[in-house]
């Protein structure tokens, strides 16, 4: 069964730093990109961040740049997220999705997340 | 970054009827969105993806159409496990934007 089980969420202070994980298994991680989504109490989902399939490319989300870095061992089949200089405002639930890409005739490439973990809890709070 | 705005923001529906949601992309995103269901404190499910493509194993009363701007989901014959939140994703370009969701509730 494919899976993916993020880790390492929890309350740290503001201006701290933390660094989320996402195991992987059922499936070859190297040939899937990856991304993190996150979702603040009692509001809307919220992309995050991805990563290639091997690791030499990767995307952010506006608000998170300079403070967030996706990274990935494939080796280990892990993801991770590491969060820094935290606030207020990163407090969500952060899930770990695969993309599996699909293309069309032309070679056009489509996001679609289809396997989800069950997201660890991220707290900002003094 | 592009915005997603979805309309309506709630919606209530019997089991049985027949429920359309709208997306419109701030800018034309060709057909590069996808759908997502939330039930309450789970994580997502895809749905939809490259607007109108069913996922494998969603079952074939959910459908997408559009491109450019306007999108639509449809769900025929709503069952009791539909009642959710649904989003729509747009992967035209970075940074990815989703809709603010639209929770389809028991009437």
């Known amino acids: 069964e494919e899976q993916v089980v993020e880790s390492g969420g929890g309350l740290v202070q503001p201006g701290g730093s933390l660094r989320l994980s996402c195991a992987t298994s059922g499936f070859t991680l190297s040939g899937y990109w990856m991304t993190w989504v996150r979702q603040a109490p009692g509001k809307g989902l919220e992309w995050v961040a991805n990563?290639?399939?091997?690791?030499?490319?990767?995307n952010y989300v506006n608000s998170v740049k300079g403070r967030f870095t996706i990274s990935r061992d494939n080796a280990k089949n892990s993801l991770f997220l590491q969060m820094n200089s935290l606030r207020a405002e990163d407090t969500a639930v952060y899930y770990c999705?695969?993309?599996?890409?699909?293309?069309?005739?032309?070679?056009?490439?489509?996001?679609?997340?289809?396997?989800w973990g069950q997201g660890t809890m991220v707290t900002v709070s003094s | 970054a592009i915005q997603m705005t979805q309309s309506p923001s709630s919606l209530s529906a019997s089991v049985g009827d027949t429920v359309t949601i709208t997306c419109r992309a701030s800018q034309g995103i060709r057909n590069d969105l996808g759908w997502y269901q939330q039930r309450p404190g789970k994580a997502p499910q895809l749905l939809i993806y490259?607007?109108?493509s069913l996922q494998s194993g969603v079952p074939s009363r959910f459908s997408g159409t559009g491109s450019g701007t306007d999108f639509t989901l449809t769900i025929s014959s709503l069952q009791p496990e539909d009642f959710a939140t649904y989003y729509c994703?747009?992967?035209?370009?970075?940074?990815?934007?989703f809709g603010q969701g639209t929770k389809l509730e028991i009437k």
């Open positions: 990563i290639n399939r091997d690791g030499s490319q990767s």
């Open positions: 994703l747009q992967d035209y370009n970075y940074p990815r934007t």
């Open positions: 490259a607007a109108s």
């Open positions: 999705a695969r993309d599996v890409t699909h293309s069309d005739i032309s070679g056009h490439y489509f996001d679609a997340f289809d396997t």
